[in-house]
């Protein structure tokens, strides 16, 4: 039916295993890849409210805040240098996340998400002992090769390890990770600003080498998933890994979608040429729409900026770290939640009535500056009304943690046949990156030149992509990740661009 774009995947198989130790701790360690990302959301916003570091390295900003003290605090941050710090990372990840796909495919997922961790060690290590600015985006850039290798992996390495009926709960391990990180970067800043002596964003930015670590001897311990030994011509290891995984003999109908995967996809000798067939449109419309959607949720700004943000509409420094912590916490809880119903009440659901929240919470944010800072941006905030603000800005992230946070990395990653999948979740890295780049470049201004009236442009947004995901997402939980082609056939839409002949896996009954 052209609104509900429920189908029903009775096609697809339901096949043996179950939850074991050995996938839940691989899967464990692969989504600890998530701390690098979440480590540096949360780290810079903090490390560009500290004066220490705006002495050293954007004393004009620093200048501007401290002198003019009528000035229009909408504007007070706008920086293009500043914002170019923060940035630049994105830009490197989305450039990465291109070569990162050959790698995951070629040499294994788990490789890659090696080669991440490597990187972004060295550019922790070189923000640590920067002393200009020069140091200070080189090392951001590095950062960003690791993401963009790290999230190219890690999601995929997720869906292809755990079984159908639990890939939800797993691959939200990579989010769940990645708001441990926000939160502990949110903690290390609001430590790092009480030392005396002006270093402690060098601690900051430094400690960054922690989660790096993790993730790169993690890497070297994991084993690879049945379905890259497959596609890389090691069967026979990929059925011991299969049997392993699911703790059960009885793997042979599992393993035969996989080979048969496989082989379709041996026959693709261009994958990034390949993914613009029509047999693949509703799988390449996610890729860029979902994480495009993401990033205009507006959570970045929130992330990204909480403590500028906080400090800008008359929060103390101290005061606005300790929000940010705040909401870096209500962020990592309601991730749980995303956990506990992804597998029993699937995707939709949860974009759906996490979009509506967003939408709702964003409008009253909008409006509670509006009414105080109006068009002048000058103002002072009681506690009181500080509070509220406070309050539905967690409001809005509670949301987002358990609705376009997880699902934005989830489905993507489960969605693409394995011919396409390291090309296609390249793509969807890519434009995640790429949007994230362009908030993170321009917010600042954004805010300066639209005012309050910036929150009322991501709530629009939000209505868009909350009838988006009502009109043309399927559901997807429980499906095997090799039958996925069966949900697209089904679709009220979707479905007139896939061909009975397209389909290698399972049985499809269009209905007609």
């Known amino acids: 039916m052209a609104g509900g774009a429920i189908v029903n995947t009775g096609g697809s198989k339901d096949y043996s295993g179950k939850m074991t130790l050995f996938v839940f701790l691989a899967c464990l360690v692969a989504s600890s ?21 705006l002495v050293r390295f954007f004393p004009s900003v620093l200048k501007k805040e401290k002198e003019d003290v009528s000035t229009n605090q909408y504007c007070k941050f706008d920086s293009q240098l500043l914002t170019a710090f923060t940035s630049s990372l994105y830009l490197a990840a989305l450039i990465a996340s291109f070569f990162a796909s050959t ?10 998400m090696f080669g991440g961790g490597i990187t972004f060690l060295a550019g922790s290590a070189i923000n640590g002992a920067a002393e200009n600015v020069f140091m200070l985006i080189l090392g951001r850039i590095l950062l960003g090769i690791g993401v963009g290798f790290a999230n190219q992996s890690v999601p995929l390495y997720l869906s292809e390890m755990a079984p159908a009926k639990l890939r939800g709960m797993l691959n939200i391990g990579f989010q769940l990770m990645i708001t441990i990180g926000i939160l502990a970067a949110n903690l290390i800043n609001y430590g790092t600003a009480q030392i005396s002596g002006g270093w402690g964003w060098r601690v900051s930015l430094a400690l960054a080498a922690v989660p790096a670590a993790i993730i790169t001897i993690g890497s070297l311990i994991l084993p690879d998933t049945p379905n890259s030994l497959v596609e890389r011509g090691h ?16 793997i042979q109908s599992e393993y035969e ?7 379709e996809a041996k026959t693709v000798q261009h994958p990034w040429s390949n993914i613009m067939k029509r047999k693949y449109r509703p799988q390449l419309t996610m890729a860029v729409l979902i994480p495009l959607f993401q990033q205009l949720t507006g959570i970045n700004v929130i992330m990204f900026y909480a403590p500028v943000l906080f400090k800008t509409i008359g929060f103390g420094s101290d005061a606005s770290l300790m929000s940010s912590v705040i909401t870096g916490l209500v962020n990592m809880f309601a991730t749980f939640v995303s956990i506990a119903t992804v597998d029993k009440f699937g995707r939709r659901i949860l974009f759906l009535e996490g ?3 967003m939408l709702i919470s964003q409008i009253i944010v909008g409006t509670l500056i509006a009414i105080k800072f109006g068009n002048n941006g000058e103002a002072t ?3 009181e009304y500080a509070f509220f603000v406070v309050l539905f800005v967690c409001i809005f992230v509670s949301a987002f943690a358990w609705s376009w946070g997880p699902m934005g990395w989830l489905v993507p990653s489960e969605i693409f046949p394995l011919e396409i999948r390291p090309a296609g979740q390249a793509i969807n890295v890519s434009v995640n990156m790429f949007f994230t780049f362009v908030i ?9 030149h639209m005012k309050f009236g910036l929150f009322y442009f991501f709530a629009g947004w939000e209505l868009l992509m909350t009838i988006f995901i009502a009109l043309f997402l399927p559901e997807t939980k ?7 082609v069966l949900v697209w056939k089904k679709h009220w839409f979707w479905g007139k661009f896939i061909a009975d002949g397209d389909i290698h896996v399972g049985k499809v009954d269009t209905g007609v």
């Open 33 to 53: 890849g998530g701390l690098i990302f979440g480590y540096d959301i949360g780290i810079s916003g903090g490390v560009t409210s500290m004066e220490s570091f």
């Open 103 to 112: 790698v995951t495919r070629v040499f294994g997922r788990k490789w890659s």
């Open 235 to 250: 069967d026979e290891q990929a059925k011991v890994m299969l049997k392993r995984i699911r703790g059960t003999d009885d």
């Open 257 to 263: 979608d996989i080979v048969a995967a496989s082989e």
């Open 355 to 357: 979009g509506s929240q």
């Open 381 to 383: 905030l009681s506690k």
């Open 440 to 448: 993170g470049q321009f917010f600042l201004a954004m805010l300066c």
């Open 478 to 484: 429980n499906v095997p990740i090799e039958e996925m």
